[in-house]
Protein backbone atom coordinates (compact mmCIF):
# COMPACT_ATOMS: atom_id res chain seq x y z
CA UNK A 1 0.00 0.00 0.00
CA UNK A 2 1.50 3.51 -0.99
CA UNK A 3 0.78 6.47 0.08
CA UNK A 4 1.60 9.68 -2.16
CA UNK A 5 1.98 12.99 -0.91
CA UNK A 6 2.06 16.17 -3.26
CA UNK A 7 3.93 19.17 -1.27
CA UNK A 8 5.98 16.95 0.02
CA UNK A 9 8.96 19.33 0.41
CA UNK A 10 6.66 22.30 2.07
CA UNK A 11 6.08 22.62 5.70
CA UNK A 12 2.80 19.97 6.11
CA UNK A 13 4.08 17.64 3.49
CA UNK A 14 7.91 16.80 4.89
CA UNK A 15 5.59 16.42 8.34
CA UNK A 16 3.62 14.01 6.85
CA UNK A 17 5.84 11.84 5.19
CA UNK A 18 7.79 11.71 7.77
CA UNK A 19 5.21 10.19 10.37
CA UNK A 20 4.28 7.83 7.42
CA UNK A 21 7.65 6.36 7.41
CA UNK A 22 7.58 6.25 11.03
CA UNK A 23 4.58 4.48 10.98
CA UNK A 24 6.11 1.63 8.56
CA UNK A 25 4.18 2.61 5.31
CA UNK A 26 5.11 2.98 1.66
CA UNK A 27 6.14 6.96 0.92
CA UNK A 28 5.97 8.24 -2.73
CA UNK A 29 6.28 11.97 -2.43
CA UNK A 30 5.64 13.99 -5.79
CA UNK A 31 7.91 17.12 -6.59
CA UNK A 32 8.83 19.07 -9.37
CA UNK A 33 12.50 18.34 -8.80
CA UNK A 34 13.72 15.07 -7.23
CA UNK A 35 17.20 15.72 -7.07
CA UNK A 36 16.81 18.72 -4.72
CA UNK A 37 13.75 17.26 -2.74
CA UNK A 38 15.82 16.16 0.63
CA UNK A 39 13.25 13.94 1.82
CA UNK A 40 13.21 11.53 4.86
CA UNK A 41 15.08 7.99 3.80
CA UNK A 42 12.58 6.08 2.53
CA UNK A 43 10.84 8.21 0.73
CA UNK A 44 10.33 7.93 -2.90
CA UNK A 45 11.35 11.12 -4.60
CA UNK A 46 8.70 11.13 -8.03
CA UNK A 47 8.35 13.79 -10.28
CA UNK A 48 5.04 15.67 -10.89
CA UNK A 49 3.03 18.79 -10.90
CA UNK A 50 0.00 19.27 -9.91
CA UNK A 51 -0.93 21.92 -12.84
CA UNK A 52 -0.49 19.73 -15.49
CA UNK A 53 -2.38 15.94 -14.19
CA UNK A 54 -0.97 14.60 -17.44
CA UNK A 55 2.32 14.27 -15.42
CA UNK A 56 0.87 12.61 -12.60
CA UNK A 57 0.32 8.86 -14.32
CA UNK A 58 3.67 6.98 -12.99
CA UNK A 59 3.44 8.79 -9.15
CA UNK A 60 -0.20 7.55 -9.08
CA UNK A 61 0.71 3.96 -10.22
CA UNK A 62 -0.09 1.37 -7.49
CA UNK A 63 -1.06 4.41 -4.98
CA UNK A 64 -4.00 3.60 -2.45
CA UNK A 65 -4.26 7.27 -0.55
CA UNK A 66 -3.55 10.57 -1.78
CA UNK A 67 -2.94 13.77 -0.14
CA UNK A 68 -3.30 16.76 -1.60
CA UNK A 69 -2.96 20.70 -1.59
CA UNK A 70 -4.76 23.19 -3.47
CA UNK A 71 -2.53 26.08 -4.38
CA UNK A 72 0.21 26.52 -6.69
CA UNK A 73 3.15 28.88 -6.87
CA UNK A 74 4.56 31.02 -4.68
CA UNK A 75 1.55 32.86 -4.42
CA UNK A 76 -0.31 30.71 -3.63
CA UNK A 77 -2.91 29.98 -6.84
CA UNK A 78 -5.68 27.83 -6.64
CA UNK A 79 -5.06 25.22 -8.88
CA UNK A 80 -7.80 24.24 -11.14
CA UNK A 81 -6.91 21.21 -12.15
CA UNK A 82 -8.97 18.95 -9.27
CA UNK A 83 -11.20 17.37 -11.51
CA UNK A 84 -8.99 16.12 -13.83
CA UNK A 85 -6.72 14.93 -10.72
CA UNK A 86 -9.79 13.47 -8.65
CA UNK A 87 -10.53 11.13 -11.65
CA UNK A 88 -6.89 9.93 -12.53
CA UNK A 89 -6.77 9.10 -8.53
CA UNK A 90 -9.96 7.32 -8.96
CA UNK A 91 -9.10 5.84 -12.01
CA UNK A 92 -5.66 4.29 -10.48
CA UNK A 93 -7.18 3.06 -7.56
CA UNK A 94 -6.56 5.68 -4.65
CA UNK A 95 -9.51 4.70 -1.98
CA UNK A 96 -8.34 7.45 0.66
CA UNK A 97 -7.75 11.24 -0.27
CA UNK A 98 -7.00 13.72 2.23
CA UNK A 99 -6.59 17.67 1.42
CA UNK A 100 -4.86 20.63 3.03
CA UNK A 101 -7.64 23.53 3.45
CA UNK A 102 -6.44 26.87 1.84
CA UNK A 103 -8.31 28.82 4.41
CA UNK A 104 -11.75 29.28 2.12
CA UNK A 105 -13.44 27.49 -0.69
CA UNK A 106 -11.28 26.30 -3.48
CA UNK A 107 -12.10 24.14 -6.89
CA UNK A 108 -9.40 21.07 -5.83
CA UNK A 109 -10.88 20.76 -2.57
CA UNK A 110 -14.16 21.15 -4.11
CA UNK A 111 -13.37 18.37 -6.70
CA UNK A 112 -11.79 15.97 -3.71
CA UNK A 113 -15.42 16.47 -1.87
CA UNK A 114 -17.38 15.73 -5.15
CA UNK A 115 -14.93 13.20 -6.44
CA UNK A 116 -16.22 10.01 -5.04
CA UNK A 117 -13.03 9.01 -3.27
CA UNK A 118 -13.49 8.61 0.79
CA UNK A 119 -11.74 12.27 1.85
CA UNK A 120 -10.62 14.30 4.48
CA UNK A 121 -10.11 17.74 4.65
CA UNK A 122 -7.27 18.98 6.95
CA UNK A 123 -7.89 22.40 8.75
CA UNK A 124 -5.07 23.43 10.20
CA UNK A 125 -4.85 27.14 12.22
CA UNK A 126 -1.67 29.15 12.42
CA UNK A 127 1.34 26.87 11.80
CA UNK A 128 3.93 27.12 15.26
CA UNK A 129 7.21 26.84 12.36
CA UNK A 130 5.58 30.35 11.09
CA UNK A 131 7.39 31.77 14.36
CA UNK A 132 10.68 31.55 12.46
CA UNK A 133 9.88 34.08 10.61
CA UNK A 134 11.30 35.90 13.79
CA UNK A 135 14.36 34.39 13.80
CA UNK A 136 16.53 36.71 12.34
CA UNK A 137 15.34 39.85 13.98
CA UNK A 138 15.98 37.84 17.84
CA UNK A 139 19.03 36.56 16.69
CA UNK A 140 20.58 40.00 15.47
CA UNK A 141 18.61 42.33 17.53
CA UNK A 142 16.97 40.25 20.41
CA UNK A 143 13.53 42.08 18.84
CA UNK A 144 10.33 40.67 17.97
CA UNK A 145 7.86 43.33 15.98
CA UNK A 146 4.32 42.89 15.54
CA UNK A 147 1.11 44.49 14.93
CA UNK A 148 -1.94 43.13 17.71
CA UNK A 149 0.24 41.41 20.21
CA UNK A 150 -2.58 40.38 22.14
CA UNK A 151 -4.14 38.43 19.35
CA UNK A 152 -4.69 34.99 20.58
CA UNK A 153 -3.48 31.70 18.52
CA UNK A 154 -4.37 27.82 18.84
CA UNK A 155 -0.94 27.64 16.80
CA UNK A 156 -0.58 23.82 15.99
CA UNK A 157 2.67 22.23 15.61
CA UNK A 158 3.16 21.05 11.94
CA UNK A 159 4.10 17.62 13.30
CA UNK A 160 0.61 17.21 14.45
CA UNK A 161 -0.69 17.99 11.59
CA UNK A 162 1.23 15.77 9.86
CA UNK A 163 0.05 12.79 12.28
CA UNK A 164 -3.28 13.27 11.67
CA UNK A 165 -2.84 13.37 7.93
CA UNK A 166 -1.13 10.22 8.37
CA UNK A 167 -4.08 8.44 10.55
CA UNK A 168 -6.45 9.28 8.22
CA UNK A 169 -4.51 8.42 5.06
CA UNK A 170 -4.18 4.79 6.23
CA UNK A 171 -6.92 4.13 8.85
CA UNK A 172 -10.80 3.73 8.38
CA UNK A 173 -13.45 6.06 10.08
CA UNK A 174 -12.27 8.99 8.61
CA UNK A 175 -13.91 9.43 5.82
CA UNK A 176 -16.51 12.84 5.63
CA UNK A 177 -14.31 14.40 8.07
CA UNK A 178 -13.24 18.13 8.43
CA UNK A 179 -10.76 18.44 11.41
CA UNK A 180 -9.75 21.94 12.36
CA UNK A 181 -6.42 20.90 13.98
CA UNK A 182 -5.26 23.09 16.59
CA UNK A 183 -2.38 23.11 19.62
CA UNK A 184 -3.30 22.47 23.59
CA UNK A 185 -3.49 26.09 24.11
CA UNK A 186 -4.28 30.08 22.83
CA UNK A 187 -1.32 32.03 23.21
CA UNK A 188 -0.93 35.62 22.59
CA UNK A 189 2.35 37.08 21.27
CA UNK A 190 3.82 37.94 24.30
CA UNK A 191 3.20 34.66 25.66
CA UNK A 192 4.98 33.15 22.50
CA UNK A 193 7.95 35.79 22.96
CA UNK A 194 8.15 34.93 26.48
CA UNK A 195 8.37 30.94 25.34
CA UNK A 196 11.25 31.43 22.61
CA UNK A 197 12.99 33.59 24.97
CA UNK A 198 13.05 30.73 27.58
CA UNK A 199 13.76 28.64 25.35
CA UNK A 200 17.05 30.27 24.05
CA UNK A 201 18.22 31.74 27.22
CA UNK A 202 18.28 35.32 26.50
CA UNK A 203 15.24 38.19 26.66
CA UNK A 204 13.59 39.24 23.70
CA UNK A 205 11.89 42.82 23.11
CA UNK A 206 8.42 42.96 22.08
CA UNK A 207 7.78 46.22 19.79
CA UNK A 208 4.47 46.10 19.43
CA UNK A 209 3.34 47.87 15.51
CA UNK A 210 0.83 49.93 14.35
CA UNK A 211 -1.57 48.78 11.90
CA UNK A 212 -0.21 51.24 9.59
CA UNK A 213 3.65 49.90 10.16
CA UNK A 214 2.20 46.49 9.62
CA UNK A 215 0.70 47.39 6.20
CA UNK A 216 4.26 49.20 5.20
CA UNK A 217 6.55 46.12 6.25
CA UNK A 218 3.95 43.77 4.29
CA UNK A 219 3.97 46.09 1.39
CA UNK A 220 7.81 46.46 1.23
CA UNK A 221 7.92 42.47 1.80
CA UNK A 222 6.40 42.69 -1.66
CA UNK A 223 2.73 40.91 -0.28
CA UNK A 224 -0.21 41.56 -2.89
CA UNK A 225 -3.27 43.58 -1.14
CA UNK A 226 -5.23 40.73 -1.12
CA UNK A 227 -2.39 38.89 0.90
CA UNK A 228 -2.57 42.15 3.29
CA UNK A 229 -6.03 42.42 3.42
CA UNK A 230 -6.30 38.53 4.82
CA UNK A 231 -3.79 39.37 7.19
CA UNK A 232 -5.28 42.45 9.08
CA UNK A 233 -8.70 40.54 8.70
CA UNK A 234 -7.21 37.42 10.94
CA UNK A 235 -4.84 39.43 12.82
CA UNK A 236 -7.17 41.94 13.74
CA UNK A 237 -10.01 39.70 14.79
CA UNK A 238 -8.53 36.36 14.76
CA UNK A 239 -11.85 33.65 14.21
CA UNK A 240 -12.88 31.53 16.70
CA UNK A 241 -11.58 28.42 14.84
CA UNK A 242 -7.88 30.06 14.81
CA UNK A 243 -8.18 30.57 19.02
CA UNK A 244 -10.09 27.78 20.33
CA UNK A 245 -8.43 24.48 21.21
CA UNK A 246 -10.08 21.66 19.04
CA UNK A 247 -8.58 18.85 20.70
CA UNK A 248 -8.89 17.19 17.47
CA UNK A 249 -4.71 15.69 17.63
CA UNK A 250 -5.35 13.71 20.69
CA UNK A 251 -9.29 12.68 19.35
CA UNK A 252 -7.31 11.36 15.83
CA UNK A 253 -3.88 10.13 17.17
CA UNK A 254 -4.45 9.36 20.19
CA UNK A 255 -1.62 11.60 22.27
CA UNK A 256 -1.84 14.63 23.30
CA UNK A 257 -1.29 17.96 20.34
CA UNK A 258 2.49 18.83 21.21
CA UNK A 259 3.08 22.47 22.93
CA UNK A 260 4.92 25.55 21.73
CA UNK A 261 7.41 25.16 24.42
CA UNK A 262 8.40 22.07 22.64
CA UNK A 263 8.54 23.72 19.54
CA UNK A 264 10.31 26.17 20.95
CA UNK A 265 12.74 24.24 22.59
CA UNK A 266 13.59 21.65 19.69
CA UNK A 267 14.01 25.03 17.17
CA UNK A 268 15.85 27.12 19.76
CA UNK A 269 19.08 27.39 18.21
CA UNK A 270 17.57 29.16 15.32
CA UNK A 271 16.84 31.91 17.23
CA UNK A 272 20.35 32.27 19.37
CA UNK A 273 23.45 34.50 17.90
CA UNK A 274 25.38 32.65 15.51
CA UNK A 275 22.42 29.62 14.69
CA UNK A 276 20.77 29.23 11.59
CA UNK A 277 16.92 28.25 10.22
Not at 116 to 143: I, K, Q, S, Y
Not at 144 to 161: K, W, Y
Not at 218 to 242: C, K, M, N
Request: aromatic letters at 6%; proline letters at 6%.
Amino acid sequence: MTNLVTGATGTVGREIVRELLERGHAVRALTRDPAAADLPAGAEAVRGDLSDPDSLGAALKGVTALHLITFDGPYYTPLETGPRIVALAREAGVRRITVLHGGGPTPLEDAVRAGGVDWTVLVPVEFMANALEWADPVRTADEIAEPFTDRLSAMVHEGDIGAVAAVALTEDGHAGQQYVITGPEALTIRDKTDIIAAARGRAIRLVELSEEAAIARWRAAGHPQDVIDFLLSVYRDTPPEGRTVSGTVERVTGRPARTFAQWARDHADAFRAGGTT
